[in-house]
Each structure stands twice: as C-alpha cells, then as structure tokens.
C-alpha cells in the first residue's frame, strides 16, 4: 500500500490527487487491475469528478454549504458535524479501473481529495 499526505489550507478544499495516484500505479507495477483509493478520515472524503473547468469543483462546494449547513441543531460535541455529513456524503473510496499500466478516467475526470475540516494534514492510501 502505498501513502501519501494532503496538505489543506481551507475548511472546505478540493485538492486534485490524479497525478500523486497515478505514480502510485505506475510505481506498483500493475497493468491490468483495479486501484483503490482510500481515505482514512471522518470529516474528508474522494470524488471523482470534472478537472477541466475549476468552477464545477466551486460550484460543488457552493452546494454542499448551502445542503449542509456548518451550524444547525447538531448534537455531535465536537461542533463538526457539517463535514462529517459532507464527508460521508462524498465517501471514503473510490476505485478506478487500470489496463496496461494507466487509469482509466475519462476524458474530463480526475481524483479530488475532499477536506471539510480543515486545514489539516491529511493522508492518502492508495492500493492496487
Ligand atoms: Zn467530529
């Protein structure tokens, strides 16, 4: 398996991790599989979605926000709810399909990182 972090500076960031996974297949040797990415945290997620027109990812957040609003009648004492929700909301893994040695993402995807908690340090694994 194979980890790397995510640097985030915003309570709400999408930060595009194609190209760190994409040399973590390359890296593993692998040309006909699936590779897993996997996030270990309860107020951040991955989406697979839109690279080619930075707005989309805006506009994905300007919906979140407006869904899941950060202050309501939450329970949860640690007063974050709104990213667990999010977070849930986008998943913990996503897996992409790898023939002859290459994801196989369309034209217009790539892997966000999603944080709703932050900034934070974060992790990513990822596994073929
Ligand atoms: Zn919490």
């Known amino acids: 398996m194979k980890k790397f972090s995510v640097k985030t500076s915003a309570r709400t960031e999408f930060v595009d991790i194609t190209a760190e996974v994409a040399e973590a297949v390359t890296a593993s040797g692998v040309t006909d599989g699936v590779v897993t990415v996997f996030i270990p945290h309860t107020t951040a997620g991955v989406q697979i979605n839109e690279n080619a027109d930075p707005d989309?990812?805006?506009d994905i957040?300007?919906?979140?926000?407006?869904?899941?609003?950060?202050?309501?009648?939450?329970?949860?004492?640690?007063?974050?709810?709104?990213?667990?929700?999010?977070?849930?909301?986008?998943?913990?893994?996503?897996?992409?399909?790898?023939?002859?040695?290459?994801?196989?993402?369309?034209?217009?995807?790539?892997?966000?990182?999603?944080?709703?908690?932050?900034?934070r340090q974060r992790t990513v694994w990822v596994k073929l």
């Open 56 to 58: 989309v990812m805006r």
């Open 61 to 119: 957040k300007v919906v979140l926000d407006e869904v899941v609003p950060w202050s309501n009648n939450y329970w949860h004492a640690e007063g974050n709810t709104a990213a667990h929700v999010k977070a849930a909301m986008m998943g913990a893994s996503a897996q992409i399909i790898v023939e002859d040695g290459r994801m196989q993402l369309g034209t217009w995807q790539g892997i966000y990182f999603c944080e709703f908690d932050g900034p």
